[in-house]
């Protein structure tokens, strides 16, 4: 069976949603916003305003536009480049944090937006985040675009009246609103690289499939060309080229990233940790391990357990740890 590994990635991102907020803007103003923990979204319900932030060319939103902000970086929102940006936290450090007003408000409305801020898990940025720009524009024509005020709106709706599965209910809505920043990304931009961009490419993308499916299994480059029905030095080097390394070098960390996170997340023994992933021997699991992490599995254990105490009371039965090597391409 396959395996969808965007999936797998998200359901290890341990998406949360926070209360959505509008902001109504009246005449010329700007706003500074603090770099976010995990992702901001905002969506133009009317009128216009231009986002800048570093790295990135700014970018004007109309009404019907959407972003996403996927690095802890300052940004500023503004209707005019001649006034200076305020500090916008002030703004929501009211009674009501869930709305606020900028600008003289005698004068018309010239950009009413709706936000919400997406925390994420310890490896969410390194498995997902750090694979996407700084900054997606969504235009109001994107696939998905027309429901995410909706989302965000209902989001908000259920944070404040907390009914009964109202966390599980946000933490969905965020991952849909994930999903589909993910395939307008990579149906516009399929020239990228990374893990990500290899799943637009039909051969590289049933490769990874089926990695996923089965880490454990002793692949080799020929089964997994067999799997996409093309030559092995096809598969070899179509998956260099898209994801920036071999396949049997992203099996390795693959197998690493269930390693590290059956060692965080349960209490299984370092040898059953090791075989699960598909290592024949403690000893070879530890080594590669201490290779790649710099860290003997051990002691990984003890200083993660240590940061994110308590531990889990559920596990994952795929990945955490060293998944950032996978999206720079660099060798086991």
């Given at each position: 069976?396959?395996?969808?590994?965007?999936?797998?990635?998200?359901?290890?991102?341990?998406?949360r949603?926070?209360?959505?907020?509008?902001?109504?803007g009246?005449?010329?103003?700007?706003l500074?916003?603090p770099?976010?923990?995990?992702?901001?979204?905002?969506?133009?319900?009317?009128g216009?305003c231009?986002?800048?932030?570093?790295?990135v060319?700014?970018?004007?939103?109309r009404?019907?536009?959407s972003f996403l902000l996927?690095?802890?970086?300052?940004?500023?929102l503004s209707?005019?480049?001649?006034?200076?940006?305020q500090?916008?936290?002030?703004l929501f450090?009211?009674?009501?944090?869930t709305?606020?007003?900028?600008?003289?408000?005698?004068?018309p409305v010239?950009?009413?937006?709706?936000g919400?801020?997406?925390?994420?898990?310890?490896?969410?940025r390194?498995?997902?985040?750090?694979?996407?720009p700084p900054?997606i524009?969504?235009p109001a024509?994107a696939d998905g675009?027309?429901?995410?005020?909706?989302?965000?709106?209902?989001?908000?709706?259920?944070?404040?009246?907390?009914?009964l599965?109202a966390?599980?209910?946000a933490?969905?809505?965020?991952?849909v609103?994930?999903?589909?920043v993910?395939?307008y990304h990579?149906?516009h931009?399929?020239d990228?690289?990374g893990?990500l961009?290899?799943?637009?490419?039909?051969?590289?993308?049933t490769?990874?499939q089926?990695?996923?499916a089965?880490?454990?299994?002793?692949?080799?480059v020929q089964?997994?060309?067999?799997?996409?029905h093309?030559?092995?030095?096809?598969?070899a080097?179509?998956?260099k080229?898209?994801?920036?390394?071999?396949p049997?070098?992203y099996?390795?960390?693959?197998?690493?990233?269930l390693?590290?996170h059956?060692?965080t997340a349960?209490?299984?023994?370092?040898?059953?940790v090791?075989d699960a992933?598909g290592y024949?021997s403690?000893?070879?699991f530890?080594?590669?391990?201490k290779?790649?992490?710099?860290?003997?599995?051990?002691?990984?254990?003890?200083?993660?357990?240590k940061?994110?105490?308590p531990?889990?009371q559920?596990?994952?039965?795929?990945v955490?740890?060293t998944?950032?090597a996978?999206?720079?391409?660099?060798?086991?």
């Amino acid at each position: 069976m396959m395996v969808d590994p965007l999936e797998e990635v998200l359901a290890l991102a341990e998406v949360r949603a926070e209360r959505a907020a509008t902001l109504t803007g009246h005449g010329d103003w700007a706003l500074r916003f603090p770099a976010p923990a995990g992702a901001k979204f905002n969506s133009v319900l009317a009128g216009s305003c231009t986002i800048h932030t570093e790295g990135v060319e700014p970018i004007t939103l109309r009404a019907g536009d959407s972003f996403l902000l996927t690095r802890p970086q300052e940004f500023v929102l503004s209707t005019s480049p001649h006034t200076h940006p305020q500090p916008a936290s002030p703004l929501f450090r009211t009674a009501d944090s869930t709305s606020a007003e900028v600008g003289p408000t005698e004068q018309p409305v010239t950009a009413r937006l709706v936000g919400g801020s997406f925390t994420f898990g310890r490896r969410a940025r390194e498995l997902l985040l750090d694979t996407l720009p700084p900054l997606i524009h969504l235009p109001a024509h994107a696939d998905g675009a027309a429901m995410v005020p909706h989302i965000l709106s209902r989001i908000d709706h259920e944070a404040r009246t907390g009914r009964l599965g109202a966390n599980v209910v946000a933490e969905h809505l965020a991952v849909v609103l994930l999903i589909d920043v993910v395939r307008y990304h990579l149906a516009h931009h399929p020239d990228g690289a990374g893990w990500l961009h290899g799943l637009s490419d039909p051969v590289v993308s049933t490769a990874l499939q089926t990695i996923h499916a089965d880490p454990a299994r002793r692949w080799t480059v020929q089964l997994l060309a067999d799997a996409a029905h093309v030559s092995r030095s096809t598969l070899a080097a179509r998956f260099k080229t898209t994801v920036g390394q071999g396949p049997l070098e992203y099996l390795t960390r693959w197998r690493l990233e269930l390693g590290a996170h059956r060692l965080t997340a349960t209490d299984q023994t370092i040898a059953t940790v090791a075989d699960a992933v598909g290592y024949g021997s403690e000893a070879a699991f530890a080594l590669a391990f201490k290779r790649e992490l710099g860290t003997p599995p051990g002691s990984y254990r003890k200083q993660t357990r240590k940061q994110d105490s308590p531990l889990p009371q559920s596990c994952h039965p795929r990945v955490s740890g060293t998944f950032q090597a996978l999206q720079e391409g660099k060798g086991s």
